[in-house]
């Protein structure tokens, strides 16, 4: 279209720049394709963090990090905790990070597009513009791992440095640690685009899975595992060449193999839906929808159930550590009992994965019935994923009644509080807590404000006696009822919310 | 008598007007086009008349209801066509049309038919098995157009209603709308496409600004709606738009 005050009088079309009007361009180099792609995606990473996360505020992240980093890597080494096993532990958290990271190639996926809402990202038309699909992933990861190199990774590696205490070598270790923490990060999102890669090649996901079990069994069976601490806490220029050369190695492989245009075979499904339905003690089609969501999206009713697993070994691991520092065996039930409870934090994530409070806005239900729903879901979620696990611990380590039944009151009264403090602070999108450093650190509060003295109580109370039980049951009851007051809340408040449109 | 009903409806947001003094009535047996530019109030108008978002000021009624009174009554009587709506991605079509009509209550023999009845007219038939998200898009919105016609509602809105569909099922969606208004249904489509209007409707209100600033009655109009659009259009909204030599 030509603005008839500017067009040339004679009508003749002129074209002074090349290829411009004449339905043939010079293709740019590839170099300058990356940088307008480069700039173009760092432009994007900020507006999202500006825009969705409420401007600056998601800088007060990396401050809590900090935070949290230096305090617990204090705390730690305080109570007697080698310094090398304390920087593991950190890495361990880093690599964990970076395999959570690399599922930004999954871009498009129903998770992240519940995660960013109904927002469209470069990396979505990434086939609409004349640069391979796989370069354009390589960049956006490349972009994703310096962004969170400085945001997320730069504070741990500051948090953790104390560690080691502060001197004239302070400047040097924090750039060493940084590196390392860093290689480590870059390393587990180039470990998930490989696996994203093999999925895109055809490699069913069970047989994905199995690798990665088999990988680390014989990691740990062979003593790399050990190999692998070394490499992290010797930070010496060899180790981290190592550590860069199998990073870059592993990330170009995954690259390598990635197929852009792999498309998955179209899946049908037999009805589920009245079948979920009829199994469930309520006939709410809205709890129906969300366990059906739930089971048919890739992991199925297995994604909460192994979310805990990582907690409950993570735990379990470390418990022996932790006996050996203290110098007393915590009371499992209670122990257990106030970390699993954590969980209604993830599995309540699940719930709230596959959909949003505007898709039920066209149908005769109202915002609060499906918070309602939500609940009820959880519980039917909440309680076989956090419980099973605690009657293997109770098993395991050997409770006795009186603490199995107040570590069961505690995984109940607990669960029921935390998940009130999710929905009240996130609504549906728990997700968020990610970027939102104020609603993170309100929800960091919630959480220790119950969980630190009952981890207090678990080493004082060993074994619980019958006063400290039915104490212990009355603050787990009190902290449901806490819990439900702030769901049943919310659940009008974000209906509010999402009336005025504001949510 | 009037299947709808807007008087004085204002909203806005963040001190930014969305509505500003819209009104208009639509009788039953209608097929109403809400033509209008991009940003000229006509989603947030449908969102308002089917309570899903509360007016600052006005009155409304539809169907017999107050949307801002009592949305879920609203939502239950109409059917909605959202824009850009999607069915939730791990269901199937079948699945999904269950959910709905088991939230809105329809008996169990009902649905079957009902499924099968309208799998057939929009050529789902081999795809009700099928997840959604393995659906292309057109067949998404052919889901999301039959879920809000399976409790058959006296009044159904549609935002930009023939969007990603191919020419053959635009066709036997403009006949479904046709024969669904001739049992004395009504119909609210809210579009761009002035062509999409000129197509369906019986009767548009043309939308700039936040109100209604022409009413039409296709069936005897005798100026090209284009004309009518561009002329109030401009007027109402004065827009930096580019001249064109044609």
Known sequence: ????????????????????????????????QLAVTARALAREEWRVHTTLFGGYRFLTMPILI?????????LLTETGTAPDAVLIGIHVCALAFGLYAGTAGFAGSAMLEDVFGTHQFLLGVADTLPLSRRLFLGLFLVKDALFYGCFFVLPMAVGAVGV???????????????LSLWLVFVGGMAVTVGAISARTNGVPTWAIAAVALLAAVGAWASGWLDGGTVLVTAHSPVSMAILALSTVLVGALALAAYKPTHVPPSRTAPERFEGIRRLLPTDDPLVAKALLELGRSSGGFAKPFVSVGLLFGLVAG??????????????????????????????????????????????PVSVVDVFRAKQLAFLFVGLPTAGLPYLLAVVWFDATPLDAIAGGAVLVGYSGYYYGLTVALAGFSPNEFLFDGGRFAAFGGGVAIALVPTLLAAF???????????????????LAGVGFVLSTRAATYWADRSMAGTA | MSAIRVRDLTKSFAGVDAVSGMGFDVDRGELFGFLGPNGAGKT??????????????????????????DPIETRRRVGIVPEGGVPPSFFTPREYFTYVSRLRGLESEIVERRIDEWAERLGLQDRLETIHTDLSRGQQQKVMIAQAFLHEPDVVFIDEPLANLDPLVQEQV???????????????LSTHNIDVAE???????????????????????DEPLLDVFLSTVDEAQPRDVPIVDR
Request: aromatic share 8%; hydrophobic share 40%.
């Open chain 1, 460 to 478: 004082v109370l060993t074994p619980p006696s019958v006063l400290s039980t039915v104490l212990l049951v009355c603050a787990s009851a009190l």
């Open chain 1, 1 to 32: 279209m030509t603005n008839a005050s500017e067009a040339p009088a004679d009508g003749a079309t002129e074209c002074t720049e090349p290829g411009v009007g004449t339905g043939h361009t010079e293709t740019p180099p590839i170099r300058t």
């Open chain 1, 164 to 178: 080691s205490g502060f001197s004239g070598a302070t400047p040097i270790s924090l750039v060493g640690q940084w």
């Open chain 2, 199 to 221: 197509d369906l409707c019986t009767r548009v209100g043309i939308v700039a600004d936040g109100k209604i600033v022409a009413e039409r009655d296709l069936d005897t109009a």
């Open chain 2, 174 to 188: 403009k006949r479904q709308l046709a024969d669904y208004v001739d049992d004395d249904n009504t119909a609210f």
């Open chain 2, 44 to 69: 947030t108008t449908i969102k308002i008349l089917t309570g899903q978002l509360r007016p600052d000021s006005g009155a409304v009624e539809v169907d017999g209801t107050d949307p801002s009174v």
């Open chain 1, 318 to 363: 470390s418990l022996g550590i932790v006996e050996s520092i203290t110098g007393v065996a915590p009371a499992p039930g209670i122990f257990f009992g106030g970390i699993l409870g954590v969980s209604a934090f993830t599995t309540y994530n699940w719930l709230t994965q596959f959909d949003d409070v505007s898709d039920y806005l066209v149908l």
């Open chain 1, 66 to 74: 900090t935070l949290f980093a230096g305090g617990t890597a204090w």
